[in-house]
Every structure is written in C-alpha cells, then in structure tokens.
C-alpha cells in the first residue's frame, strides 16, 4: 500500500494524534518536571547543555501533549505559524490541525499513552523517537474497538526558532496501527 493510501485510511477528513487521558493542567511555569523526559539526549558537540535548552523544551512540551492531550502544552510548544510538512489530506495546518488530531485518536485509544526513547538535538533541530502504547477501547471511523492493543512507532523531526516549533516533519508506522485497529489484515 502506498503512503496516501495508509494515511486515506487513517485520515479520512480528520486526522489522529495521541494523548493519555487524566492529566490535570498546572501551569507552565513550573511544569518542566512533569513534562516526558528522554532517557539520551544526544547533541552535537556545538550543543552544550542541550538537555535544558529550549529546543528540548520545546519537544518535550509537544511530546508530553501528545502523552497527556492537554491543549496548553501545544500552544506552548508551536510558534503561532507552525507548519506540518507531511501534513495528511483532512487536517487543517497549524494548531488546530493538532488538536484535531488528538480528539480524533482520543475517541480511538481512551488511554494511549507516548513516551520519548530518544532525542536528538543539531543545530536549529530536534529528532524524537516516540513510542506509542494503549487499548482501543473506543471507535475510530464506524469500528468498535475491543480493547486491542495499540503498539507503534513513530519519528518526528521538529525545527525549533525562538524556544518554539516553526516545522514538524513525521513519519508514523501506519501498517502497525491500521493491523492493530483491526481496519486491514496482516
């Protein structure tokens, strides 16, 4: 199957993203805790400290909103004109088009949770391997999940100006997901 036919598929008019319900919002400011943390951090030797600076703030902002689905998070994280460049036919670019997606995945997978494997940090980029874990227990299109677990990867490759993501390039295994919500064969 081609990619566009994966993505028709997935993204039929509205697209998916991921976040794990439950989470109680709490201010910014003091948030950097609670934000998901990777386990390495790799940067190039021009990039010192990179696991505190902004562009890994930046990230983590944007992959604990996919964790949790708290909107502030991805206000937070995106520049007022962020762009997605494999952008799936049906979702509105911007803002919008990521919180979109995550209502979408949310009525999926109630309780799919993301967590950062690993990040790396050259220049004006951040790269993110995400690992994406839970149940769909909910409906995607007209199907009735059966709490069949959800298990994929996927790759993201931000470019951070001014401590805020202006780009984001991704690719999501598809196969997997699409096996996994039943929707084609294996």
């Given at each position: 199957?081609?990619?566009?036919?994966?993505?028709?598929?997935?993204?039929?008019?509205?697209?998916?993203?991921?976040?794990?319900?439950?989470?109680?919002?709490?201010?910014?400011?003091?948030?950097?805790?609670?934000?998901?943390?990777?386990?390495?951090?790799?940067?190039?030797?021009?990039?010192?400290?990179?696991?505190?600076?902004?562009?890994?703030?930046?990230?983590?902002?944007?992959?604990?909103?996919w964790n949790t689905g708290d909107p502030e998070l991805a206000r937070a994280a995106l520049a007022p004109n962020f762009i997605d460049r494999t952008l799936p036919a049906g979702r509105p670019q911007g803002l919008e088009g990521a919180m979109q997606a995550s209502r979408v995945v949310r009525e999926a997978v109630p309780d799919l949770a993301c967590s950062i494997e690993q990040m790396i940090v050259a220049g004006d980029r951040v790269v993110v391997h995400l690992h994406f874990r839970g149940h769909f227990t909910g409906?995607?299109?007209?199907?009735?999940?059966?709490?069949?677990?959800?298990?994929?990867?996927?790759?993201?490759?931000?470019?951070?100006?001014d401590g805020r993501i202006a780009e984001n390039w991704h690719i999501e295994d598809n196969l997997t997901l699409l096996q996994q919500l039943g929707l084609i064969s294996g």
């Open positions: 199957m081609t990619r566009a036919l994966f993505r028709s598929l997935i993204w039929p008019g509205t697209t998916a993203s991921l976040a794990l319900a439950g989470f109680m919002p709490m201010s910014l400011a003091g948030a950097a805790s609670a934000l998901l943390a990777p386990p390495t951090v790799i940067a190039d030797r021009d990039t010192p400290g990179a696991e505190s600076d902004s562009r890994v703030l930046a990230a983590r902002r944007y992959d604990t909103f409906t995607f299109r007209q199907t009735k999940g059966q709490g069949e677990t959800i298990d994929f990867v996927a790759t993201d490759i931000y470019r951070v100006v």
